[in-house]
């Protein structure tokens, strides 16, 4: 991502220099007016950008009128921010004209208390709109789908169905497709906007309509239906219910962002942190979050110094073991990392499984062994050097080979253990094994040179 | 990512299990059936999830008019295996009627040489929409649009519009909006289909066209591509070249093939690996790959192993040092990864800059310090009841605190000094902060423990 937006990095900070100056200044009349000017995409991304203090002084100049389509565009934390300080009839009031699942993603972050006051407070067709939405789970198609679809008749004409278009003011975005249903509601089949201006007005919809395509099921992870839009490159997708109703659609600009948080997942989680964190959070709020993943590590590291303890009179005895000893750890849990990070994306890929297995396990192996190999030679070669001694040149290239390939093996195996327990891969997986790779490359290496030097 | 479709694994797995065991028992007839009843998105899902003889097997059972859809669905290094096999009449053949960008993308796969073979062997049409294509790098705006654009002149009515798109059979896929050009062909505006649909025929293109969005750059990058879509919800855009002609457009599902491998940028650069990594590619392509960064790795370690050879009196005299040094480097180590990744992603996002960096660092710092003081307090309280000894318990503590100062604050000042020396800090940023942990870890606590026992 380096070369990612150079031109939006400059921009952004720009603009934060200037605001920041004219806040400092006094000057929020500017500061107000500069704000303003800017789009609601851009001004969420200048408070994302911002730190708590700033963001507040920031989203108190931001116009009346612009703070739901603002709100709805920040992650969930900052959001929840904001929303903590407004009465229902406030957010009430700015989720009004918002697509439903963008006021569902938003009330989600209030008490149910709040939400029930929120919906009270709302019109009748907004609140059965957003009611609906609610009723699904959040990471589900139900809870991310609008309910603003046009549906047409398969008995109609395609010239009817153009005098009942341009009886609208605009169309939902993101509409490539009417959606057929029958009387009751059911899915029948989507009429292509390019069907419907390039095949004879005379024609009925039956006749022209596409079914290849399945509806969504509303309870459909989230994660799917990324997939299901990635694999059929979809612009939209009728969503239905379990009696086949059309209640909604997806559009891909939700799913872009379904996929955006899909793949910071494995990054954020491997190194302890939530997707949702927030860069610029209070030290208050970051604090205990990171404690606890320390805590966890410190398990793992008093893990292998109970077993460097054991062999504590050999390093008394030969002291050159103490100063050597990292590096067979460290290289090990390298080479470990290496493969742990390929074999989750492969499984967040869905790549991984049962019947590719065995082939991966053996070449990771495979790979790990020539890589220790080659690297013991090399620090065989370096430690016989240093230290003048060729039996520990032996002890450590012999550890190496072992530990490599203990973290091969192991890095591929953990993740496909974890998921089977249930447990998030990208989450545990780490942690796991560098306790394995580093209680191995000590034993391995201390134990043999206990052996040697005994 | 753990959560991400299980269903889609099952099924993957599934059809897996059930073509390798047909292509063992040798009934090739039906592993042909069943390949080929898939989509040509579900082949190359299954070739990707496939170890290479298998996948050399399966590809070879493939309908030579499917090759084509499959390769364009392949990564990177899958689809240059395959093409090696082929000549460039093939090549031609196979990708044909293909979008401009997609056949580009495959034939940078190839040798210049064939490259130009291929292209003598396409029809005249075809050869001039993919020249346009691939003079433009493959990471920029021009790289990754399709040249099948409808373009339309603003004096003509909706009506006649209307009757002009009658005459095409079907509209290029994700078409939401008409190009307006003048008789130049450079870009005035755009005519989405839905103002299309809903405006009275008898009004003219000028009138209802939007001219807000700019068209893009040809030679802007494509992670600013990403980025427009991303703030704008786009589903298509138009590019122009450097006179404002329009050349082509760019659609929705090129772009989201940008976010992931964007996304899985930091993911992968942090293991040292290639977002573009095959997860079953053979050994003897991985082993080098993966050879280099535990070299890069090795001098980390011996670094950290010179700094321990400095200390080795002050081990022989106090052989409990290094039972719990690895400790200390190992908890800095974590705290900086946690800072670091925040960083990277909040760099990925455009967030972090010149006018927060200031606060990113004091509130990383702090972070660090308080829970620099948490786990010394209680690694200094096990210290003291295991070894039975006050001062290691205050070396320990004291070392530990240093430590994870050290790495919070680095672990967010070494990203955005590698940006400013334009090393990407995804890739070098881990390998650099696990040196700076190291050593410091090491010299704080072996340091301290000298001032004490010497």
């Known amino acids: 991502m380096q070369a990612n937006s150079d031109e939006l990095h400059i921009q952004t900070q720009a603009q934060l220099g200037e605001l920041y100056e004219a806040l400092d200044s006094g000057t929020f009349k500017q500061v107000k007016r500069m704000l303003n000017g800017l789009s609601p995409v851009e001004i969420a991304h200048l408070l994302e950008s911002s730190p708590p203090p700033s963001r507040r002084a920031l989203w108190r100049l931001v116009d009346k009128e612009k703070e739901g389509d603002i709100l709805q565009e920040l992650p969930d934390d900052i959001q929840a921010q904001f929303l903590r300080r407004m009465d229902a009839q406030e957010v009430a009031h700015i989720t009004e004209g918002m697509d439903a699942d963008d006021v569902a993603d938003i009330l989600q972050q209030l008490p149910d208390r709040v939400i029930k006051e929120v919906l009270k407070a709302m019109g009748e067709q907004d609140r059965q709109r957003i009611e609906t939405v609610l009723s699904y789970d959040e990471d589900t198609a139900g809870g991310m789908m609008d309910t603003d679809t046009i549906t047409v008749r398969p008995r109609f004409t395609l010239d009817v169905v153009l005098r009942y278009l341009r009886r609208h003011d605009e169309l939902p975005a993101s509409t490539d497709n009417l959606i057929v249903v029958n009387r009751k509601d059911e899915f029948l089949g989507l009429l292509p906007l390019s069907k419907l201006l390039t095949t004879d007005p005379s024609i009925t919809v039956r006749e022209v309509m596409s079914t290849d395509a399945e509806p969504i099921d509303a309870q459909l992870p989230d994660t799917e239906v990324a997939n299901l839009f990635e694999r059929n490159d979809w612009v939209s997708a009728p969503v239905v219910d ?83 000893m990292p590096i067979v750890a460290s290289m090990g849990g390298v080479a470990g990392s290496q493969t742990l990070t390929v074999v989750i994306r492969g499984m967040a890929l869905s790549q991984v499984g049962r019947h590719n297995l065995g082939y991966l396990l053996s070449k990771e192996a495979t790979v790990g062994l020539i890589n220790g190999f080659i690297w013991a030679l090399v620090m065989g070669g370096i430690a016989a050097y240093w230290f003048q001694d060729i039996n520990l040149a032996i002890i450590i290239a012999a550890a190496m080979v072992i530990n490599l390939l203990t973290a091969a093996t192991m890095g591929a195996l953990l993740p496909v253990l974890l998921r089977a327990m249930k447990i998030d891969p990208a989450l545990a997986g780490s942690v796991a094994l560098t306790t394995v790779t580093d209680v191995v490359g000590f034993f391995a290496f201390l134990g043999l040179a206990t052996y040697f030097y005994a």
């Open 242 to 324: 379990e009696d086949g109703k059309v209640v909604g659609r997806i559009t891909i600009d939700d799913v872009v962002d379904v996929i955006r948080e899909d793949a910071d997942h494995s990054l954020m989680s491997m190194a302890g942190l939530d997707e949702e964190e927030d860069t610029f959070a209070p030290v208050m709020r970051t604090t205990p979050r990171r404690a606890i993943w320390l805590g966890v590590n410190l398990i793992t590291a008093i893990t292998a110094s109970a077993v460097i303890s054991i062999f504590q009179d050999t390093i008394d005895k030969v002291v050159a073991l103490a100063v050597l």
